[in-house]
T-cell receptor, first 114, second 114 residues
Framework: GAGVSQSPRYKVAKRGQDVALRCDPI?????LFWYQQALGQGPEFLTY????????KSGLPSDRFFAERPEGSVSTLKIQRTQQEDSAVYLC????????????FGPGTRLTVT | GDSVTQMEGPVTLSEEAFLTINCTYTATGYPSLFWYVQYPGEGLQLLLK?????DKGSNKGFEATYRKETTSFHLEKGSVQVSDSAVYFC?????????????FGQGTELSVKP
């Protein structure tokens, strides 16, 4: 079956541009997570959805970061006025239900801000 | 807050050597513990997990035992292969965390030479 997919796989943005990163979770998965992975580091939690509800956004680094999942499936992470420090790989993961600790990760979107 | 610390890499081994990658954690509750693996050019994959103290997770010849007394979850394999070359991440999910978000260590790169 299809896994978690993300698009685009690579994105180059000029500083100050807005970007939108898309995540298609595994069909039927209730929980969806976004993580940010800087070069040479482990992923860091950004935000969590249960269906369409954003239940935890404590990891979003600034108010330039915004995530949504309006119909409880596809999610979009938007970064406004990108800065060089936003350069990272953005990972999306989904799990079947809340508290199900097996998360399935997408391939990530590598964002480079120039 | 909760955290995970892993031994720094890179780790370079010859084929058939014994592997240990150390991982220790700090958590306020009773976390589940995980090892994820990231092969070159691929997304994060769950390698093994343990959900309570003294549990042993195992997969593909890798093992790790949840040691509450030493707050550790060291990854071991008796005989590594070239195909095991990858980056390994230790992670925890605290049962008190909403939704089961993962907290990762910084990753340990393993290179296995023929």
């Amino acid at each position: 079956g299809a896994g978690v997919s993300q698009s685009p796989r690579y994105k180059v943005a000029k500083r100050g541009q807005d970007v939108a990163l898309r995540c298609d979770p595994i069909s039927g998965h209730v929980s969806l997570f976004w993580y940010q992975q800087a070069l040479g580091q482990g992923p860091e939690f950004l935000t969590y959805f249960q269906n369409e509800a954003q239940l935890d956004k404590s990891g979003l680094p600034s108010d330039r970061f915004f995530a949504e999942r309006p119909e409880g499936s596809v999610s979009t992470l938007k970064i406004q006025r990108t800065q060089q420090e936003d350069s990272a790989v953005y990972l999306c993961a989904s799990s079947l239900r809340e508290g199900d600790y097996e998360q399935y990760f997408g391939p990530g979107t590598r964002l480079t801000v120039t | 807050g909760d955290s995970v610390t892993q031994m720094e890499g890179p780790v370079t081994l010859s084929e058939e050597a014994f592997l240990t990658i150390n991982c220790t954690y700090t958590a306020t509750g009773y976390p589940s513990l995980f090892w994820y693996v990231q092969y070159p050019g691929e997304g994060l994959q769950l390698l093994l997990k343990a959900t309570k103290a003294d549990d042993k997770g195992s997969n593909k010849g890798f093992e790790a035992t949840y040691r509450k007394e030493t707050t550790s979850f060291h990854l071991e394999k008796g005989s590594v292969q070239v195909s095991d070359s990858a980056v390994y991440f230790c992670a925890l999910s605290d049962h008190g965390n909403q939704g089961g978000k993962l907290i990762f260590g910084q990753g340990t790169e393993l290179s296995v030479k023929p």
